[in-house]
């Protein structure tokens, strides 16, 4: 499927992709590291985030490591649509441990642009079934760490390391 932007923003569905698949990569060590999802379950989560991001919905995804349910990692991406003005890194440094009880949250936050129209439309594609969360996702119990930029153009996801 080729899509592409007509507004002012200078990046394609291909800077979107290549942005998207260091995010992947950062899951799957998550989930390897952790133990505590299946790798096809975070490549599902992966595959959603990116019909988000290419849909223009996607705003925020925060993943977060429970350990009997206390927080003890997160990774908070953010989209940003002038990413030229983050450098671009490698994915990585997500080697989580396991722990007891352990349990990987994974939140979504959309765009305004994602009303019930977007959501009909999207519905068939997903392969989450994703609802509503109540989560606490500030992570004040953890401290924050610098993250890295992904880009490609003037699309970007800032990361932000909590632990």
């Known amino acids: 499927m080729s899509q ?12 979107i992709q290549n942005v998207i698949r260091k995010v992947t990569a950062d899951f799957l060590m998550i989930a390897e590291s952790t133990r505590a999802v299946e790798v096809e379950r975070a490549k599902k989560w992966a595959h959603d985030v990116e019909l988000f991001a290419r849909n223009g919905y996607l705003k925020q995804v925060d993943l977060t ?5 206390k927080e003890v990692r997160a990774i908070r991406y953010t989209t940003k649509t002038e990413g030229g003005e983050l450098e671009s890194s490698r994915p990585g440094g997500v080697l989580w441990p396991e722990v007891a009880g352990a349990q990987l949250r994974i939140v979504i936050s959309y765009t305004k642009a994602y009303d019930q129209s977007a959501r009909e439309k999207l519905r068939s594609s997903l392969q989450i079934p994703w609802s509503t969360s109540t989560a606490d ?9 610098a993250g890295r930029g992904y880009s490609s153009n003037d699309y970007g ?6 632990s």
Do not use: C, K, P, W
């Open 137 to 145: 996702i500030s992570h004040s119990s953890l401290s924050s760490a």
């Open 4 to 15: 592409s932007f007509t507004s002012s923003e200078s990046y394609s569905v291909a800077d």
């Open 65 to 69: 490591l429970l350990s009997n349910g």
């Open 157 to 162: 996801i800032q990361r932000q390391d909590y």
